[in-house]
């Protein structure tokens, strides 16, 4: 098991406030798959990509406004952190930590 895999309980600062989400990860060499499940439903990651302790994704979201976001996000430990780019809307901070398997 790589060290970013797991389920991770990660919260998005966003000027609509905190949205929380599950991220899912599952490793396999310099690719993932996985999901991120919130109250706006749950988006699989087919695409996902690792760098060492980095993690990269995109996901097309529907609401509240209809977009392509990017997200980075780099693992320390049970902790991860990073940002999530909802194109003309903004940058936006990541954090997380690893929920028990």
Same mark, same amino acid.
């Not at 310099?30 to 087919?46: K, M, T």
């Given at each position: 098991? !790589?060290?970013?895999?797991?389920?991770?309980?990660?919260?998005?600062?966003?000027?609509? @406030?905190?949205? +929380?989400?599950? %991220?899912?990860?599952?490793?396999? @060499?310099?690719?993932? !798959?996985?999901?991120? !499940?919130?109250? %706006?439903?749950? %988006?699989?990651? +087919? *695409?996902?990509?690792?760098?060492? *302790?980095?993690?990269?994704?995109?996901?097309?979201?529907?609401? +509240?406004? +209809?977009?392509?976001?990017?997200?980075?996000?780099?693992?320390?430990? *049970?902790?991860?952190?990073? *940002?999530?780019?909802? @194109?003309?809307?903004?940058?936006?901070?990541?954090?997380?930590?690893?929920?028990?398997?």
């Amino acid at each position: 098991m !790589s060290n970013v895999d797991g389920a991770w309980d990660c919260v998005v600062k966003s000027p609509m @406030g905190d949205q +929380p989400f599950v %991220l899912t990860v599952k490793s396999a @060499g310099d690719r993932f !798959s996985g999901s991120a !499940s919130g109250a %706006l439903g749950s %988006l699989e990651i +087919p *695409d996902g990509m690792v760098e060492g *302790d980095t993690i990269k994704w995109s996901m097309s979201v529907k609401a +509240p406004f +209809p977009t392509t976001v990017r997200c980075q996000a780099s693992v320390s430990g *049970d902790r991860i952190e990073g *940002d999530v780019i909802a @194109g003309i809307f903004g940058t936006f901070p990541v954090t997380g930590v690893r929920m028990p398997a």
